[in-house]
């Protein structure tokens, strides 16, 4: 039966939430359809005042696309998500994002070393994060993926969470947690090649333009941004790497993501095809251009929530593409550490980022 | 304008078959809505007249369970499919399987290889190759998902096939050339790892079993099978490696391969975690088990058509689980061969592929 506190006289819970799954029973809380989101927490768990919301890229499109960009009806539809399923995990999409707030209640075996009043960030999926919304999104213009909310939000014994950095703006801040997967499997992927040819799709984008810092200080020998349009082009071809010389991207090159033989041309001309190519467009059939555009023997990571998974099997089959495929883990142990660094390193990065902070996603 | 002849003065083909998609323009075959199945060739192609389809497994069932097992309905949705998509994709699964036939006419350009009588398989998805169905389905009886069938089929400059070894009842090879590219990936994943932990989930079926022998061969410290039921168990505890004193599988569990803690602890009973984990299950929600049986810093290789990218790439970010997840790319150089010497030499396997033969699939 929920109530206001923790029960220290209750079994433990799972650490990876599974008591909390209301249906079907027996699954992760990421596949659950529904969870049970009552404040009052399990011994091991921790409750959260939500402050802001922070959509996933991929959903956020969605959304907007769903209701023609109208604030009332997204809003609504959000709402409506939470309320039937207990997190903000939408359907269409799979995808969540993550949350800002401020520490309420920490239970007594919490094994994640938080207190009340401490500031922080999830790094779990809200696909996978009870949350209440308790003001209506009120305060949310629907023009922005962020979202400012008054609510709570429990996180599990597993549940990773981290500090909002004091030196940093915390709109900032969230958004660079919401992607610290991509620059950290990309380090990992790029570091373990041979100084390798690397292509980011969305690379003007916020997991695209930490991906391409990461890549950088991985050791890659060049860094090949694709970018859909003009406008953000000329914002990548701005952007200076740290140290000040070089660009952030080596070459700039403007393909639809989605049409597979202009990516593939374009990336050939840029000193392609990629070792290694990295997707971070959030929108869905960019399977084909990713996987052409990289050599036999290379490695595409698709971080874009809007990935197939038969697109991606099945189109690297079909064009008898010899490409090893990665689904973009976004838990990879230091990632938010990583993240927080390059965006205080690099003045590219930082200056992409600013420019996109409340206003909506696009690319990334 | 479609005519039954190649023509040589016509443009060259794409290899990669552009040039027969129809709807949306600009995207590969795999990702089309519409291809031209028309039966005049490009240069570059392969006309097929078709024998057999093998509709893969996760699509199989899609369909069966979509018509509650109803033969009439089943292949009513496989001519509607197949009629106005002009393949056979599955538009639920995303999936599609392949099949075999015999070779019709070859284009003057055409680097396959194939002249016309040839016996072959193809070796690309069914969801990329255009296909036409011109008997009805009049001899399938909607109970396996091998369907006797008569059309015809196109190749393109880059579509696999392998010819119909002439030493196999041509229902087994093409089961086996089905699910080539696991057993192929999961070699050089093994391989490249330490003797690894190897748990495969649906071990029993027919990638399954081939990804064991296969996993076996490339130095597989222990095997752990995981299946569903006791009569699967049986079989696959009965199931001898090559060389006759060892198993095919060196411990078998009975687990719900979607009840992620039963996997888990399944898997760890028998000497688990895996460091690599093979996911060979036609049934959605399997990936929280697949994650959490691998040990951390471990491998999981998605076979599954079933598979959903978000809840692989949340689900083991929710559980913090550092675990590189491969999206099981169907195309391995060598995999043809590789499959099919397994099945020559490895009694074990080909026994559970004969018991399978023309039965309805399951948990393969």
């Not at 903000?88 to 209640?105: A, D, F, I, K, R």
């Not at 040819?197 to 200080?217: D, F, P, Q, T």
């Not at 000193?271 to 059939?285: H, I, K, L, N, R």
């Amino acid at each position: 039966m929920p109530g206001p506190t923790a029960d220290a006289d209750r079994r433990p819970g799972s650490p990876l939430g599974l008591h909390r799954v209301l249906e079907p029973a027996g699954v992760l809380p990421q596949a659950a359809w529904r969870l049970d989101p009552s404040p009052r927490i399990w011994p091991d768990e921790v409750l959260v005042r939500v402050e802001r919301l922070n959509l996933d890229a991929a959903s956020f499109r969605q959304l907007r696309e769903a209701s023609s960009g109208d604030p009332a009806a997204m809003k609504a539809s959000v709402l409506e998500i939470v309320a039937s399923r207990g997190k903000m995990h939408n359907p269409v999409t799979g995808s969540g994002g993550m949350l800002t707030g401020v520490v309420e209640e920490a239970g007594p075996d919490s094994p994640l070393g938080l207190k009340p009043g401490d500031a922080i960030a999830t790094l779990v999926s809200l696909s996978l994060t009870p949350l209440v919304i308790t003001d209506g999104l009120a305060s949310w213009d629907g023009a922005s993926e962020q979202v400012p909310c008054e609510g709570h939000a429990i996180l599990f014994g597993a549940s990773i969470a981290a500090p909002l950095p004091a030196d940093l703006p915390a709109a900032l801040a969230l958004a660079v947690l919401d992607v610290c997967g991509a620059p950290a499997l990309t380090h990992r992927v790029v570091e373990a090649a041979d100084r390798p040819v690397v292509a980011i799709l969305g690379a003007a984008g916020k997991s695209g333009s930490l991906s391409a810092a990461a890549a950088r200080k991985a050791g890659a020998r060049r860094i090949i941004g694709v970018v859909p349009r003009q406008a953000e082009a000329a914002a990548l071809r701005a952007a200076r790497a740290a140290g000040g010389q070089a660009r952030l991207a080596d070459e700039v090159v403007i393909a639809d993501a989605r049409d597979p033989v202009a990516v593939a041309a374009a990336v050939r001309r840029a000193g392609g095809p990629a070792d290694v190519t990295v997707v971070c467009v959030d929108v869905p059939g960019c399977e084909g251009g990713a996987i052409l555009c990289t050599a036999q023997g290379g490695t595409v990571i698709f971080f874009s929530m809007a990935t197939s998974f038969t697109a991606a099997a099945l189109g690297a089959e079909g064009a008898a593409a010899d490409v090893t495929m990665l689904i973009g883990n976004g838990y990879v142990p230091g990632h938010a550490q990583l993240a927080l660094d390059l965006i205080r390193t690099e003045p590219g990065v930082r200056g992409l980022f600013d420019a996109r902070i409340d206003v909506p996603a696009s690319g990334s």
